[in-house]
């Protein structure tokens, strides 16, 4: 074997074991990514934001050099409670089934006990601003289901943000269609704030 032949299966050996460790260390998303987390996260598995190809990010003027995304399996791992809230749209009770916000941002690498806020983006570029504390006292969950089906894209899915407003006294007393304001349907970002 000559010298350059060498070289360059000593390069190719090289870059091949740097990507297998890095391939190993993210979980692996089998399907399409679903939420985006950013910010002040711990965790990275998808690199920046992609001017071309993220362009409802790009429309809602998010940036981001590292990500954390779920995709449908990753965040069904995480585990999971269940929520009988009425719901504004047609002042009946549904169950709405789905992982912890806290328990999400946390996967993605944010400090069980951060001090920081967290903006939740719905795709139709609705935000607003909770604190994981806040997030945490509400037991806001990711839901990915009601009444046991999967939430649709064009509905109120496939990910809305959800807290049991019959069972919170900073909501239960409100008019319905006042208590879900900090409850984004079709959310698909969040940015991770410190404050």
Known sequence: MNKRDFLAASVIGAACASARQRSASLPARTGPGL??????????????LDPALDQLMVKHKARFDKAWQFDAAMLARLPAVTIQPTLEYDAKVHKLHGPLLSSVVEAAGVAAGANVMLALRAIDGYTIAVSLADAR?????????????????GGLGPLWAVYDADRLPAFKDKPLNERFALCPWGLYFIEVKTL
């Open 35 to 48: 939420l985006t987390v950013v910010g002040a996260i711990g965790r990275s598995n998808r690199g920046p």
């Open 137 to 153: 006292g509400y037991r806001m969950i990711v839901a990915g289901t009601l009444d046991g089906v999967p939430m649709s894209l």
